[in-house]
């Protein structure tokens, strides 16, 4: 899926960095589309000063990275858990309300 707006990129191994150097990050789930069962997926953009990463899968594919997508159980919820900035986080469920090609509308945790 396209995004439209310019984010630089980061993997797991990157978060895992910033992790044990204790560099502070902020991070947040974007609702992107649904899948065919209607169930949301969504992107993963982290914060690091002035800068937004959006996490990619760490293995490049033919046609550049692969932004990774999250459903909402397990997934989203194991990563925030595990590699999340510490926040109780807060997601849009509503799958209308993703907006073609754009990343959808924002998941700012709460």
């Known amino acids: 899926m396209p995004i439209a707006r310019h984010l630089s990129l980061i993997t797991l191994d990157g978060v895992k960095d910033l992790i044990a150097r204790g560099v502070e990050f902020t991070c947040r789930y974007e609702l992107v589309r649904g ?19 959006i ?36 997601i849009d469920l509503d799958i209308r309300n993703a907006e073609d090609g754009d990343g959808g509308s924002d998941g700012d945790r709460g």
Do not use: M
């Not at 990619?56 to 999340?84: I, M, S, T, Y």
């Open 35 to 53: 899948t065919g069962d209607g169930k949301p997926l969504y992107h993963c953009i982290y914060t690091v000063g002035d800068e937004e990463l």
């Open 55 to 90: 996490l990619v899968a760490a293995k490049v594919q033919k046609h550049g990275p692969k932004v990774r997508e999250f459903a909402l159980w397990p997934g989203l919820v194991n990563h925030h858990v595990n590699f999340g900035d510490g926040h109780p986080v807060s």
